[in-house]
């Protein structure tokens, strides 16, 4: 597994596990679970600087997955440098089930989060593995 988070831009795919009944945007609701989200970062301070961000458990919330990231933290990171979060979406949505509307008002996709009864199985080829503690301690970003 690689500790190395890139600051350059890419999507990723974060691992979250709900233990409650999490509201999100208007009337929707996540049901208790495991779940993916796919995201990109093509900002400032690119992948390093998102992922740092979903870590951190208290923080304003301005997307839909901030309210995920609260109870048990990010599980699990896997990065697609250079790759296009709407493609990931797609692929994910042909294993798993989507939570409509979710993540995706930006873009033509029913979702960018879905439920996954296997996640490491239910990730699109061609990522690679970011320590989530990694993150959390700040090392990897601070070393950038
Ligand atoms: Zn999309």
Redesign the pocket.
């Not at 930006?106 to 996709?109: G, K, Q, V």
């Given at each position: 597994m690689s500790n190395d988070c890139p600051k350059t831009g890419g999507a990723y795919i974060i691992t979250v596990i709900i233990d409650v009944l999490t509201p999100f945007g208007r009337g929707g609701t996540v049901q208790p679970g495991t779940y993916l989200y796919?995201g990109s970062a093509y900002g400032p301070g690119g992948l390093a600087a998102r992922l740092s961000r979903h870590a951190r458990k208290h923080k304003r919330r301005h997307w839909h997955i901030d309210a995920l990231t609260e109870g048990r933290g990010v599980n699990a990171i896997r990065i697609y440098p250079g790759s296009d979060?709407?493609v990931l979406?797609r692929e994910l949505a042909e294993r798993c089930r989507a939570v409509k509307g979710f993540g995706?008002s930006?873009?033509?996709?029913p979702s960018?989060l879905f439920r996954s009864d296997d996640p490491e199985g239910d990730m699109p080829p061609g990522g690679s593995d970011v320590e989530p503690s990694s993150i959390k301690a700040g090392l990897t970003v601070s070393a950038l």
């Open positions: 796919v979060e709407c979406a995706s930006d873009c033509d996709c960018h």
